[in-house]
């Protein structure tokens, strides 16, 4: 079974940065699709950012040119940099990850329990 643990959420100003991780716990982590997502209360969840099994990536409008996702298989750990954050980027940040090698499932089989982000102008 596969678990994932976020962590590195917090509180900061607008144009700053955090760091947050995704601890995998699980064999065959290399061959795991790996998410973030974020949701503010009363809206849709949306994905953020996804990185595949051979390094391929993606990022919602919105974030490009801000937020770069990484991973490290050795570690088990999925990686999202945050730089010049906006206050519209406050919400719970949410990992997920799927057995879907190329990214190619819309649908993700495991989460995390998420991670406040909040940014203050």
């Known amino acids: 079974e596969v678990q994932l643990v976020e962590s590195g959420g917090g509180s900061v100003q607008a144009g700053g940065s955090l760091r947050l991780s995704c601890v995998v716990s699980?064999?065959?982590?290399?061959?795991?699709?790996m998410g973030w997502f974020r949701q503010i209360p009363g809206k849709e969840r949306e994905l953020v950012s996804r990185?595949?099994?051979?390094?391929?990536?993606y990022y919602a409008d919105s974030v490009k040119g801000r937020f770069t996702i990484s991973r490290d298989n050795s570690e088990k750990t999925a990686y999202m940099q945050m730089d010049s954050l906006k206050p519209e980027d406050t919400a719970i940040y949410y990992c997920?990850?799927?057995?879907?090698?190329?990214?190619?499932?819309?649908?993700?089989?495991?989460w995390g329990k998420g991670t406040q982000v909040t940014v203050s102008s």
């Open positions: 997920a990850a799927d057995p879907s090698f190329w990214c190619t499932s819309v649908e993700y089989k495991y």
């Open positions: 699980g064999n065959n982590v290399r061959f795991l699709c």
């Open positions: 990185i595949s099994g051979p390094g391929g990536t």
